[in-house]
Each structure stands twice: as C-alpha cells, then as structure tokens.
C-alpha cells in the first residue's frame, strides 16, 4: 500500500483527490494539510511515500515545498497537481516525478498510482552498506569523470545511467562548481535560459529529483544538499578528475625551472576535454581556461626540456600542443628548435612552410622572431 500525503489550499480539491486515492485500493493517505509550512511539519514525522501538491497555493508553494521535501531528505516521492496547463509539459511523461491536471481523471491517475509503486519498491531496495553508511566494498569516494564523457562509478563497475540529457547537465554544473553552493536561479538561468520561469522551476525540480534517487541506487545518500534556496553537492562525496587536474596544473606551475615530473603528471591527467562532448554554454569559460592552462603547460614542459637537451620529450610536447592548437606559432617555434637539435633539417624546412601556410589562411605570416629563428638555423630566408 502506498502511503500519501495531501496538499492543496481548496479544501474540496483536497477531499476529491483523496477520495480517488482511496477507490484505487492502493493508496492510504496519512495526512493532509492546507498550507506547505504544516505540511513540511508532518511529513517529518509521517514519512510518506508520496505528496501529491498542488503547486498554486499562498506562502510556501508546490514547487518550494517539493524543494525542501528534497533538501531535507525525506525520500518522499512528489506528483504535482494544478489547474493550469501552463506546467504540463512532456518532460513529465516519464518515470519518479508526475504531474496531474485539474479535474482529476481516473485513467490518469491509475497510470501516476503504477509508477509510484514502481518507484517505491526501488526505493524500498537499497544497496548494502557498510558501517560508516557508504555502499559496502565502495571506494571512500566515487569516481567522476568531467574530461571527455560525463561518468558517475558507483559500487564495482557500477555507472550512473542518466535519465534525460537535463539530469546529466545538473550533475555536470553541480560537479564542475563542486566547492560552491548554487543559486537555483542561477541554475534555472544556466540551464533554461529560454524558458518562462515558472516552467523552468518545474523542470529543474524534476532533474533534481531523478539526479538523488539515481545516486542513491548508486549508494550515495545525501548527496544533492539544498538549503537557502541553494543547491550543491554533499563536500567531500565526490572527487572530480577535472578537480585533480587542476590542482595538478597549480602544482606544476609552482614548480622549479627545470623539474619535469610535476608538469608530465598534471598533463598526463588530461585524458579529454571538459564535457568533450556536450554543448554547456554555461561552461565555456570553464573549457576555454582549462586549454589554455593545459597548453600554456605544454609549451612550459617543451621550454624545460629545452633547456635540459631532451629534445626527444620537447619533440612529443610540442607536437602534442599543435595536434591541439594547430596555429600556435610558439610550438612550432619549439618544435623547430627540436628537429635542428637533432639534425632533422628538413623537418625543420617542412615546418616552417607549414607554419606559413596555416598562417596564410588567416591572411598574415610567420613572426620576425620566427623569421630569425628559421635564418639562425642556416636555413635560406626565402623558405
């Protein structure tokens, strides 16, 4: 048996929802209240299963309350109810979250009753765990990956299967700022720009939803925190391979002149870039910065082994950063540089058409300090 909670301000709306409840054999409701703030003070103590909310209603509305439902942890599954058809969008045609419209119809409401009981007997079903609360034979943190594909590992070889590509998204920028808490209308703005307010609430509230029952499955209880009307990720759950990079870029460029371990292991950690394979518009600040960190590293790594006469190291650097950076002018200086160490001329000649060439297209050429380089070689000038 399912156990509701019910909120509505419209008395009859409340005794109507309950009586459908109550015919389906299949919900008990526990409680109902008027208001969100007595609402919230039940629900506490009750622990239902389910809140069916009306999300027009004066002070708390549906939409807050299910905000505090979720920060607080109350594993309660939310299925919205109103009058107005402005919110019911396609987005909730799914599973967890539902969405009812005023009148009530009963094959529709048949339908929200058969996934609740689908959610609730997940819900029922939690991992194993150990002592300290974490999934049993789970690392102490979860593994998350930002560089290349967006990737939550839970316990074993367990990965977090995203729901909608919105879901994802939330995670991505909730990962990505993980030392910060997150204004929900920064996150409405970053993720719907485009859309009405209100509608945008609705949307962001269900990814919220799916994002702490998906990571739950994956054994990480509280782990989406929302207080003050902010979100963020619980300190210290998550560790993030883009977060280790950059504390590795730090280290490396705090590092002496000529030691070359700090800059291989920060570049070794850059495997792909930030959300490789995503559109974030939100996030392109955050994946311009992080090339340029990474190629700036490149050439710094290419410039110590310079001057320590690795030529075969300064080689790979420096290809690794065109490969990257095709028009850098600096890395083909430093790949020249290379190739003349090592007696490889006519590479050197190969380059510097190269370098006019991709030059060219932007309708300037190499410059005066490439030219002398080049000449210094003993190369002719009208290469």
Known sequence: MIR??????????????????????????????????????????????????????????????????????????????????????????????????????????????????????????PPALSEDGRPADAPKVPNVRLLGEIAVAGCGEERLKWRTGKEKELFALLALRCRERLQRDFIVDALWPDEHYQKSKVYLHTCVSFLRKDLRRLGYDDALRYEGEKYYLTPGLFVTDYELLLEALQAAKASVPEELEQPERALALYRAPLFRDEDYVWAENDKRKLEQAVGDLRLELARRCERRGDWSRLIEAAQEQLAASPYDEEAYRLLMKGYSAIGKHEEVVRLYRELKDKLGELGIGPSELTKRLYIGFGLPAGE
């Open 4 to 125: 509701a909670f019910l909120v509505d301000d419209e008395e009859h709306a409340l005794k109507l929802l309950s009586l459908f409840l109550q015919r389906t054999g299949e919900v008990e409701v526990v409680g109902q209240a008027s208001n969100g703030i007595d609402a919230l003070e039940r629900m506490r103590t009750l622990r239902p299963d389910v809140a069916f909310l009306d999300i027009e209603m004066p002070g708390l509305n549906g939409l807050e309350l299910a905000e505090r439902i979720g920060g607080e942890n109350l594993d309660t599954q939310i299925v919205f109810v109103t009058a107005y058809d402005q919110y019911a969008i396609s987005a909730f045609d799914r599973e967890a979250v539902d969405y009812l419209l005023k009148p009530l119809e009963t094959e529709r409401l048949a339908k929200t009753i058969q996934r609740l009981k689908r959610e609730t007997g997940r819900a029922h079903r």
